[in-house]
């Protein structure tokens, strides 16, 4: 039982910056991989980046290499996505989850891998 809320979303220009913030509640935040979502107008739910409960590894779908970069601050139970030379393409709805079990030790980061989900918060980015 993770309950997750984004913000930092926007109106941008193509080249500009935003970090989103993902706010968890519960006290094992520390102890579940989290992951960010986005599922853009008519399309499915695409992964888009993950960061490992235990060593703070992280892995990013192909199409956000070296702009984008997920982290996370156990402290303040949060997870950030900083998104950087934005595309229009990256326009998109984008959500933060929680893997569906604590201690999580593989390396799959679909959807169907995360159990709790954040209502997203709406990215747009113009050319």
């Known amino acids: 039982q993770v309950q997750l809320v984004e913000s930092g979303g926007g109106l941008v220009q193509a080249g500009d910056s935003l970090r989103l913030s993902c706010a968890a509640s519960?006290?094992?935040?520390?102890?579940?991989?989290m992951g960010w979502f986005r599922q853009a107008p008519g399309k499915e739910r695409e992964f888009v980046a993950a960061?490992?409960?235990?060593?703070?590894?992280?892995y990013y779908a192909d199409f956000v290499k070296g702009r984008f970069t997920i982290s996370r601050d156990n402290a303040k139970n949060t997870v950030y996505l900083q998104m950087n030379s934005l595309k229009p393409e990256d326009t998109a709805v984008y959500y933060c989850?929680?893997?569906?079990?604590?201690?999580?030790?593989?390396?799959?980061?679909?959807?169907?891998?995360?159990?709790?989900w954040g209502q997203g918060t709406q990215v747009t980015v113009s050319s």
């Open positions: 960061i490992r409960w235990s060593d703070s590894s992280t």
């Open positions: 519960g006290r094992t935040f520390s102890s579940y991989t």
């Open positions: 989850a929680a893997h569906t079990r604590p201690y999580y030790r593989g390396t799959s980061y679909v959807r169907s891998d995360f159990g709790s």
